[in-house]
């Protein structure tokens, strides 16, 4: 199994509504057009390298929606069908996330545009270059937006859902999906957090499974995919060099006075995925966005293994590398540990 770490820096929009030019010159959503199209190179970089499944970071398209960005996840559809575009033309597997929102109050008894804002944005990088010239779909969104912008209420308390995909090869289609459950204390001002149960489906390398992020933090989320035979975890995640700095996000007060070393996120990331993978006895695929470090970014992409540790594990920058593991690992290390014949034994008892 050839795992692609597509460990892309998502580029957030500005905070604050959608800032629409008259008369709509422009694409309404200029940061998920430069999203897809990075998103393109880096499916096609991993092709090259012959991979099997290509997995990107939480937040890849669409960065933070917080702070009245829910606009961004209006066409959510649109972007989760892109990638189903992108799986088809290269038959190759997609895993991510993407935020799906629902409709301002303004848009009482309508729906979202059915015409595509993204289809301007070709499947490959040596396409026809991109319009320069605002498209009739992006025309359409763009008054849809001018016409329904989410209240200040709306805005303070969105019904946003994390939610992350498989897709697969060749076909496009949908194997999996699962919504952000545990959610990092900033989400939840801006993110519902899921209740359906986790779910697990089946690929060519065996059962798989997706958390999001924070998730791995909380032993019962991969307990729950490895009760129901999981192989493979998939975690997308957005975690930052500065996430568990002491300065609240308003800047008023300290939450603590404990310094760390720099790289202390990045082993704390690691050990988490080394511990989740070892006690459920599957394979563990964590892709983490990447980027500049002093803007907090800290990558660290990697895939983990019963009996063989960090099968490998990415730096701080972008970049997309390409994994080889061999699931047979598992038997072996099933047989060795034997951790989750132990635990059917004793939940059976």
Request: glycine share 6%; with cysteine.
């Amino acid at each position: 199994m050839r795992i692609a770490l597509a460990q892309t820096s998502p580029i957030s929009a500005p905070s604050g509504p959608a800032a629409l030019e008259k008369p709509h010159s422009s694409s309404p959503f200029p940061t998920l057009d430069e999203n897809l199209v990075g998103a393109v190179k880096a499916v096609e970089h991993a092709v090259a390298q012959k991979a099997d499944i290509v997995v990107f970071p939480e937040y890849f398209l669409q960065g933070i929606a917080n702070e009245s960005r829910q606009y961004l996840t209006f066409p959510a559809a649109h972007l989760l069908a892109f990638i189903q575009s992108l799986a088809k033309r290269y038959n190759v597997a997609i895993v991510g996330s993407i935020v799906h929102g629902a409709l301002p109050l303004s848009a009482e008894g309508q729906s979202f545009p059915a015409s595509s804002p993204f289809s301007h944005i070709p499947l490959s990088c040596t396409g026809s270059p991109r319009p320069t010239k605002i498209t009739p779909s992006q025309l359409e969104w763009a008054k849809f937006l001018e016409q329904n912008l989410p209240t200040t209420e709306e805005n303070s308390e969105p019904v946003l859902k994390n939610t992350a995909f498989y897709v697969e090869a060749g076909t496009g289609e949908l194997k999996g999906d699962y919504v952000k459950r545990n959610l990092w204390h900033p989400e939840r001002d801006y993110l519902t957090a899921g209740e359906e149960e986790h779910q697990v489906f089946e690929t060519k390398w065996g059962k798989a499974g997706l958390l999001i992020c924070w998730d791995m933090s909380h032993p019962a989320a991969a307990q729950a995919l490895a009760d129901l035979g999981v192989d493979i975890i998939f975690a997308p995640t957005y975690w930052l060099a500065t996430d568990s700095e002491p300065v609240r996000a308003d800047q008023t007060r300290l939450i603590h006075n404990h310094p760390h070393q720099h790289n202390y996120e990045t082993e704390v990331v690691s050990a988490l995925c080394m511990v989740r993978s070892f006690e459920t006895e599957t394979v563990f695929v964590m892709c983490n966005a990447g980027g500049d470090e002093i803007e907090g970014f800290m990558g660290g992409s990697g895939v983990w293994a019963p009996l063989r540790g960090c099968v490998a594990k990415m730096g701080a920058a972008e970049g997309v590398q390409v994994v080889e593991v061999d699931p047979s690992v598992l038997k072996d290390g099933r047989k060795t540990y034997k951790i989750r014949e132990d635990w059917s034994r004793r939940e059976a008892s």
